[in-house]
């Protein structure tokens, strides 16, 4: 019997990523908040190290800058920002196992949830393939943020990291301003900000919707 369903499997493999042992990709997949004791938690931590490596050599290879750049664009690079616009972009939330109650709260579009979750697949592949397919993998799933291209197609909060990671700037910063009305028809205002380059404030129903307009808004004004 599978671990992993079908089309997951079949997803992860057309993502680039080897899968050999099952039960360690379910774990990369699943959240604390189902109870399994098997969930991302120390893959996620080996992941973040792999990643880390893998973009520094990337950056010592092929930007000649001095130390000090090189730290604050690896930093851009390697954020749980950064990590939660990849993962948007493969598609990771259709795919996590999560608890009733974390879904309810949104936790398949937590930009801390998600980056968790793209670190442990790449614990996973670590584990499963080795560091040097895991390198070469990183180097494709992250070449547009390393680049600083933005598609038109991606979820604006990717495109604002990508374009602050590939402009040098800090990752962009989101705050929650204010939350009003009852909790069946609440609107969230947030305001978004990247360090020596302005801010932007936008509306939702929801406060990931209220972050995805600031961004929208913000590259609109500034990218």
């Not at 360690?24 to 908040?33: D, E, I, K, Q």
């Not at 792999?50 to 390697?78: K, P």
């Not at 990849?86 to 598609?91: E, M, P």
Request: with cysteine; glycine share 8%; charged share 30%.
């Amino acid at each position: 019997m599978s671990i992993l369903a079908t089309e997951t499997r079949k997803w992860l493999a057309d993502t680039g990523f080897t899968v050999r042992d099952e039960t360690m990709w379910r774990a990369a997949l699943t959240h604390g908040s189902t109870g399994d004791a098997a969930n991302y938690e120390r893959l996620e931590w080996l992941g973040d190290r792999v990643l880390a490596l893998s973009v520094s050599e990337w950056l010592y290879q092929t930007d000649d800058s001095a130390e000090g750049q090189l730290a604050q664009r690896l930093n851009a690079l390697v954020s749980r920002d950064t990590c939660a616009c990849c993962a948007r972009d493969i598609g990771v939330p259709e795919h996590m196992r999560l608890g009733k109650q974390a879904r309810d709260d949104g936790a398949h579009d937590s930009d801390n949830v998600l980056g968790d979750v793209m670190e442990a697949l790449l614990g996973a592949n670590f584990l499963d393939a080795g560091f040097d397919p895991t390198r070469d993998l990183i180097r494709v799933l992250w070449r547009e943020a390393f680049d600083g291209r933005r598609g038109r197609s991606k979820h604006p909060k990717s495109a604002l990291q990508e374009w602050a990671a590939g402009n040098r700037r800090k990752p962009p910063v989101y705050e929650l301003k204010d939350r009003s009305g009852p909790d069946h028809s609440a609107s969230f205002t947030v305001r978004v900000s990247v360090l020596n380059v302005g801010e932007v404030e936008a509306t939702g129903n929801s406060k990931q919707q209220a972050e995805t307009a600031a961004a929208k808004a913000f590259m609109e004004k500034f990218g």
